[in-house]
């Protein structure tokens, strides 16, 4: 497998002049909406030409978005995030290349999913229906819009079909990571190094978009997170489970491997993130095991293994210690030190109790989407406009238990049953060679990703979403290629 070559260096380039131009657009709107235009005719274009390359252009924005909005257009009082505007271009185009495909009398691709993926989408469907009939319409909406992106999954099965899409694929995830990992980098630097007030409209740029957050935690540490850390998670366990399998073999890739994995790892530390920190430890350990049990490593190798990657991880938090300029404490220790204090640690337990009673109301089918929950909260920025702390939400920390609340039990039973048979069946050892780091990569992302669900928000998501799509027809590809291979 080849990672470095003029397509990776072209993604690198499109991600860093997508960081500049959204900052310009972000002092210069009418710049911004002549951008997102130029930049959705061209996704039209080639998506047009094929499929896949909208597909790229999805997935690509997740990899660096945050929420959506690093671009967007300005319709009404809401304005359409570049995210959205994506969406509206990929799948008529998908849908109508579906079914001029099936009326053309060639023979037709069948689509073959396990029965859990119907029983969630059945769910799924339910919860809207419910939520409607119980909710305010834009209640509804705003709180099930996210999920529409699964509307997306026939696009993606048509659109990636072969290894060499999922090769191009992780080329697009390692050119975000060495982006996104300067940018994080870069805003540790200049807010620990220089005037806060200078920096607004730095600060106001990240905030804004819906990228992420910049908050002082002592001295001169800030914590820079972004929505998209998760893909930092993603490539980590992804390219590890690559090396492992021995997927790239020129020196070149090798080494660049290596570069992404550091940078991986260095943003997961820099985004001071509990979960993708828990996420990364046991999505690590289970990459290692697997690599072993499979003799891809020798036990001896694979315990070394995960003695190199902590000693490596634990110097990164010395890293972030040189760019912050801020040598006064432990920032692992900070994070772990009284969690029942902290703002969002303390959020989460207090939600705990409410979410589990409202879900003891409907607990088979759900309540709906548009749901609330009223909670005390004693985050600062829920006291600023609500001095009492009581907060009503239908947006929680506990992913799991916010999908049960919309969707029931069956829902979220459908729905992880559907993400552990595409980690399982990525993992099997009889699909062909030229898929096997491949699926085992994406399965280990996945993982991942379902981990870091529990305490944070991923899964119900485009941004958890867009990686179980990418799961799902990347396992139906490589499977309909060994069954054809029989």
């Given amino acids: 497998m080849v990672l470095a070559d003029r397509f990776f260096v072209l993604a690198i380039a499109t991600f860093t002049a997508a960081e500049v131009l959204s900052y310009l657009a972000s002092l210069h709107p009418a710049f911004g909406t002549a951008l997102t235009a130029i930049i959705a005719i061209t996704v039209m274009l080639l998506t047009l030409r ?3 390359w909208g597909v790229y252009a999805i997935l690509g924005e997740l990899f660096v978005g945050g929420k959506g909005y690093l671009l967007s257009l300005p319709i009404g009082s809401n304005p359409l995030s570049l995210r ?13 290349r579906l079914t001029a495909h099936r009326f053309s009398g060639k023979p037709k691709p069948s689509i073959q999913l396990p029965i859990c993926t119907y029983v969630f989408l059945t769910t799924l469907a339910c919860g809207i229906i419910l939520g409607l009939l119980r909710y305010p319409f834009n209640q509804t909406f705003f709180d099930a819009n996210a999920w529409l992106f699964v509307a997306l999954l026939p696009v993606f099965i048509a659109a990636l079909t072969t290894p060499d899409h999922y090769r191009r694929l992780m080329q ?5 990571v060495i982006v996104v990992a300067a940018k994080s980098l870069a805003l540790l ?9 200078a920096l607004n409209p730095i600060y106001h740029w990240v905030r804004d978009t819906g990228v992420g957050e910049i908050t002082l935690i002592t001295g001169t540490l800030f914590r820079i997170f972004f929505q998209s850390h998760v893909y930092m998670l993603v490539a980590w366990l992804a390219g590890l489970a690559l090396l492992l399998h021995r997927a790239f073999h020129r020196a070149i890739d090798v080494a660049m491997l290596g570069v992404v994995l550091y940078l991986a790892s260095a943003t997961l530390v820099v985004s001071q993130s509990r979960s993708f920190w828990v996420a990364g430890a046991i999505g690590t350990l289970a990459v290692v095991l697997h690599a072993g049990s499979t003799r891809r490593v020798s036990w001896a190798r694979a ?5 190199m990657l902590a000693y490596t991880v634990q110097s990164q938090f010395s890293l972030v210690s040189l760019v912050s300029g801020n040598y006064g404490g432990n920032v692992l220790a900070a994070r772990l030190r009284n ?18 009673s409202a879900i003891g109301q409907h607990p088979w089918l759900g309540s709906g989407f548009g749901r609330t929950v009223t909670y005390l909260s004693s985050d600062p920025r829920v006291l600023a406009n609500h001095p009492n702390g009581a907060y009503t939400t239908s947006a929680f920390e506990w992913g799991y ?27 099997k050892k009889n699909l062909p060679p030229e898929w096997g780091g491949l699926c085992a990569g994406c399965a280990f992302g996945m993982l991942g990703i379902a981990i870091a669900n529990v305490f944070t928000p991923y899964l119900n998501h485009p941004l958890g979403i867009g990686w179980v799509l990418t799961g799902a027809a990347l396992l139906h590809a490589a499977t309909v290629k060994r069954e054809h291979s029989r």
């Fill in 50 to 52: 094929d499929l896949r």
């Fill in 84 to 96: 959205m505007v994506l969406f509206l271009i990929v799948l008529p185009i998908g849908v109508v």
């Fill in 172 to 176: 697009i995830l390692s050119a975000s």
């Fill in 189 to 197: 630097f200049i807010f620990g190094h220089f005037d806060a007030v």
């Fill in 303 to 307: 315990g070394l293994i995960v003695l």
């Fill in 339 to 356: 969690l029942q204090y902290e703002p969002a640690a303390s959020s989460r337990q207090r939600q705990l109790l409410p979410l589990l």
């Fill in 401 to 427: 238990l916010d999908i049960a609340l919309k969707i029931g039990l069956a829902g979220l039973l459908a729905y992880g049953a559907w993400i552990a048979t595409q980690i399982f069946g990525l993992l």
